[in-house]
């Protein structure tokens, strides 16, 4: 069972990335899919989920009308489209699987290693 992120990198403040979350060794089916965002030094932080079944999505305020989650289930993976970036959306991201979505993830089972997303101002 592994969760693998792609897509950080280093961008301008307003610019635009978009994160990627394959799993391998089980679907996404049934499960809730987070994406969780820790800075060093800080507590890792909820993002944003989906219910890969039925597709319902959830923000937290600080992301709100930037991210958008979803998912594509022919390919198994889930999608963070990030929209005018800040520098404090500077973190590394880690998308997770589980059973249900809290702010701090205890709900989730499955951790992949993170991606590292760097906004410069």
């Known amino acids: 069972v592994q969760l693998v992120e792609s897509g950080g990198g280093l961008v301008q403040a307003g610019r635009s990335l978009r994160l990627s979350c394959a799993a391998s060794?089980?679907?996404?089916?049934?499960?809730?899919i987070g994406w969780f965002r820790q800075v060093p030094g800080k507590e890792r932080e909820g993002v944003s989920s989906?219910?890969?079944?039925?597709?319902?999505?959830y923000y937290e305020d600080s992301v709100k009308g930037r991210f958008t989650i979803s998912s594509d289930n022919a390919k198994n993976t889930v999608y963070l489209q990030m929209n005018d970036l800040k520098p404090e959306d500077t973190a590394v991201y880690y998308c997770?699987?589980?059973?249900?979505?809290?702010?701090?993830?205890?709900?989730?089972?499955?951790w992949g290693k993170g991606t590292l997303v760097t906004v410069s101002a």
């Open positions: 997770a699987a589980g059973e249900f979505y809290t702010y701090y993830g205890e709900g989730m089972d499955y």
């Open positions: 060794g089980f679907t996404f089916e049934d499960y809730t």
């Open positions: 989906i219910s890969y079944n039925d597709g319902t999505t």
